[in-house]
């Protein structure tokens, strides 16, 4: 017999027909007489009830469906007597898959901390928190594809591997073959890479940009869409080893309208949320976070603030005055931390805040500079709860100051002569930025930590699963 995915089944259209359902069960309770078991299969945050008449069936079986087993259930599809379900499943026989020893299996009771879910990642899938999680995940990133396709962008594929550091952050995981042990070295005592797998140094990408800008500067508009990763030793709730980042890349777009574009995004992502995975939203807003739905709406209100860099600083340096406190010290030419981006978005706007213009020295080398000669054209878009959700800029398209600005940051050129060959034949004013994937799923799902929104987070000592 076919399956019937539970959400189908909950629509209600197959009342009077046999069914055959399967899933895991979360709960089973009853009496001498009849067993109600609630069975997930994923389909959706819902569970249906199965209604087992214990008179049909073999005690040592019934015995054996404990929470976290996994059963066949085929039987009759009706309207429910009880409260809390529409429909129900009146089993005519059961299947065991697979038991769940209740003495070791870990999702026994409601209410694991989000802590102890994070040690049984392997797990966490059959809570419906996770769920919940996971399938909003999925939606953000049809709503991406979607998103882009409809602009008629294309869906590029960066390599993941890569000789050069295209943030010249420096915080690069390194691909080698070579034995660690006891490699081989050049006359002067070195790591001789030539002998490499790759005939040189490679590492683990930071970002698909570089090449992203190739395709750009042929096909008009891209974007990518994959997991970059950063050996930064940060271990804060919104920073993530490997973490995916949706990297469009335009030509002819300058800096105002990649700040329109990244707007329309987000707010069609967050739409995209709200219209199809409302089931999942409200639970998440129901047990972790009572002003999610409300956050969602509001930010597609109103337009974002656009504030440059030293307005931004100026409005911190007024608010210290007037007693404030932060940790790190604010000036013309500071890093915004976290606390400092969250002030201007959570207590002075009160609204998401594009900020622009930044000193050319706290921003990446391929960024646009400004006639100032201090600044670059730089943005990033700054989001309640979560601080930077985006950073992009439009590109410096000029051959022979984007060599100079390479210069001034230590970025070698032999590394990136590829890179400046876009300049050199056939250059464009273009413009781009990177959203984080994850800093977009804790916005959408409420959560508080960068863990809780990709299966099996890789930070700091932990790559367990
Ligand atoms: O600001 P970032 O470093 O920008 C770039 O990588 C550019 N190449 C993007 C571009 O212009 N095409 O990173 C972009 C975004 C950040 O705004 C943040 O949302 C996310 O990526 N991000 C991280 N997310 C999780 N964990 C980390 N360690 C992250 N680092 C950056
Ligand atoms: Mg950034």
């Not at 928190?129 to 991406?144: K, N, S, V």
């Not at 390599?159 to 952050?169: F, K, N, V, W």
């Not at 009160?350 to 020295?361: A, C, G, L, N, R």
């Not at 959203?435 to 990709?454: A, C, H, K, P, Q």
Request: aromatic fraction near 12%; charged fraction near 25%.
């Amino acid at each position: 017999m076919k399956r019937t995915k539970i959400a189908d089944a909950l629509r209600g259209e197959l009342v009077s027909q046999e069914i055959n359902i399967k899933g895991w069960v979360r709960t089973k309770r009853g009496n001498k007489a009849v067993n109600f078991i609630a069975l997930n299969d994923g389909s959706t945050i819902h569970n249906i009830q199965i209604v087992a008449d214990l008179a049909q069936f073999d005690a040592a079986l019934m015995a054996q469906i404990t929470t976290g087993a996994c059963i066949s259930v085929i039987g009759k599809l009706v309207e429910s007597q009880g409260s809390g379900q529409s429909v129900e499943v009146q089993a005519s026989a059961i299947e065991i898959y697979g038991t769940a020893d209740p003495t070791t299996y870990p999702l026994q009771k409601k209410g694991h901390s989000l802590e102890f879910l994070r040690e049984i990642a392997h797990l966490r899938p059959r809570t419906n928190t996770f769920g919940a999680i996971y399938r909003i995940r999925h939606h953000m990133a049809i709503a991406i594809h979607t998103f882009f396709h409809n602009k008629g962008y294309y869906y590029f594929h960066a390599p993941l591997i890569t000789g050069s550091d295209c943030e010249g952050a420096g915080q690069m995981f390194q691909v080698t073959t070579l034995n660690q042990d006891c490699p081989p070295r050049t006359k002067e005592g070195e790591v001789d890479y030539r002998k490499d797998f790759f005939g040189r140094h490679t590492s683990l990408t930071v970002s698909g940009q570089l090449e992203g800008e190739m395709a750009a500067m042929a096909m008009g508009g891209i974007y990518t869409f994959g997991p970059t990763f950063r050996a930064e030793n940060s271990n804060t709730p919104r920073h993530l080893a490997e973490f995916w980042m949706i990297e469009p890349e335009v030509a002819f777009l300058e800096i105002e309208e990649n700040m329109d574009l990244a707007e329309e995004f987000i707010k069609y992502c967050v739409q995209w949320a709200l219209d199809n995975c409302m089931d999942d939203i409200s639970f998440l807003g129901d047990h972790f976070d009572k002003e999610l739905v409300s956050r969602l709406q509001f930010v597609l209100e109103k337009p974002f603030v656009r504030l440059s860099y030293t307005e931004g600083i100026r409005i911190l340096e007024e608010a210290v005055k007037n007693g404030t406190k932060f940790e790190f010290p604010i000036y013309w030419g500071a890093d915004l931390a976290s606390e400092h981006e969250r002030y201007l978005v959570e207590e002075h706007f009160k609204t998401p805040v594009i900020m622009t213009d930044y000193p050319k020295e706290i921003k990446s080398f391929y960024m646009k500079l400004n006639e100032d000669g201090k600044t670059v054209r730089g943005m990033d878009v700054l989001f309640p709860k979560i601080g930077e959700i985006i950073g992009g800029s439009e590109r410096e398209a000029d051959y022979d100051k984007l060599v100079a600005r390479a210069q001034e940051m230590g970025v070698p050129e032999k590394d990136i002569w590829w890179y400046l060959d876009s300049r050199r034949y056939g250059t464009a004013p273009h413009s781009g930025f990177g959203l984080g994937f994850e800093r977009l799923l804790l916005f959408v799902t409420g959560m508080s930590n960068i863990r809780d929104v990709i299966p099996f987070p890789r930070t700091p000592n932990n790559a367990e699963f």
